[in-house]
């Protein structure tokens, strides 16, 4: 559904994005994170066709982003992080008047409308004005506003910005639910709503993908530790073993918990030595949650910018 090979853009000195590419399968529901600034926001405008790009290339469904504007623009439903509408039109109306711009048939564009609101959940507020609104439902209405050409794709930057937590939770039910019918890409900084609302995740770092994969892929990607819980029953640990432990805490008589060097040798290789030694292998997990691999990743990069940046300095 989405191809982007070599992408990049610039506003003036500033590289926004960097050779970026990647690519979205048809049906797929795919989390867009990173850090504020880490060219997001960028990346999607120039999906959607409102925003150019120094070089690369975009294809959705199929269409060349640059080549056939039109066709590719009529597969997307965008919802920017800030939805401009127009608070003195009711919702109806306004989505009349979207659909029609949006080269909807006449014929078919009430059902269109009805279609999209009762997806968007705002069907019981189809008459009330925009301005009149709650953040929430104002989100609804660009969410329906995406919606109501029935897109291949969606394109959903930051749509639950400035929601209370309550309104959260809908949006992200909402967008669980229209990922069995549409493919999405959700730009979000709240990692979250990647756990809970996508498939797999791209996370963006100073303009360049530094990371891709399920949630679990991602933590394999940036961990560093392992944590297992283990049995031994009555025997002594082995030394050798024992030195190379970074944590261990007996959690119930003859079970333990403890936390292992990834960088010294691989999972297989822990719980291999540790059978062989007769310990119990009960369970073993990552000992990071998505907020650290989130921060191992981005800020990685960012030290890694930061050294060149003095490298470059210092060749001055």
Not at 261 to 285: K, Q
Request: neutral net charge; contains cysteine; charged residues 25%.
């Amino acid at each position: 559904m989405i191809e982007v090979v070599g992408l990049s853009k610039s506003y003036g000195a500033v590289r926004a994005v960097t050779d970026l590419s990647f690519q979205v399968g048809v049906g797929e529901v795919v989390g867009f994170l990173g850090p504020n600034g880490a060219g997001k926001s960028t990346t999607l405008r120039i999906l959607a066709g409102f925003l150019g790009a120094d070089s690369g290339s975009v294809r959705i469904a199929g269409f060349d982003v640059f080549e056939e504007p039109l066709s590719a623009r009529a597969a997307i439903g965008y919802m920017p992080e800030s939805c401009p509408l127009h608070s003195e039109l009711r919702v109806h109306e306004y989505l009349r008047y979207r659909a029609a711009l949006k080269r909807v048939p006449a014929r078919a564009r009430a059902a269109a409308v009805s279609r999209a609101m009762s997806l968007s959940g705002v069907s019981h507020r189809s008459h009330s004005l925009i301005g009149h609104l709650s953040k929430g439902y104002r989100q609804r209405t660009g969410l329906a506003d995406a919606l109501v050409a029935d897109p291949r794709l969606l394109i959903l930057d930051e749509p639950t910005a400035g929601l209370d937590p309550n309104q959260i939770r809908e949006v992200r039910k909402l967008i669980r639910d229209l990922g069995q019918e549409h493919t999405v890409l959700l730009s979000t900084h709240i990692l979250a709503e990647v756990e809970v609302a996508c498939d797999r995740a791209l996370v963006m770092s100073h303009g360049k993908l530094v990371g891709s994969g399920t949630v679990d892929e991602l933590r394999r990607l940036a961990a560093s530790e392992l944590e297992m819980t283990l049995t031994q029953g009555g025997m002594d640990w082995p030394a050798a073993l024992t030195q190379r432990l970074l944590s261990r805490v007996e959690v119930s008589p003859g079970v333990f918990r403890v936390r292992v060097n990834l960088a010294e040798r691989p999972v297989e290789s822990w719980v291999s030595e540790l059978c062989a030694a007769g310990i119990g292998v009960r369970e073993v997990r990552m000992a990071q949650g998505l907020e650290e691999v989130f921060a191992a990743l981005t800020e990685s990069d960012e030290a890694k910018e930061s050294a060149d940046a003095a490298s470059r300095g210092g060749a001055a």
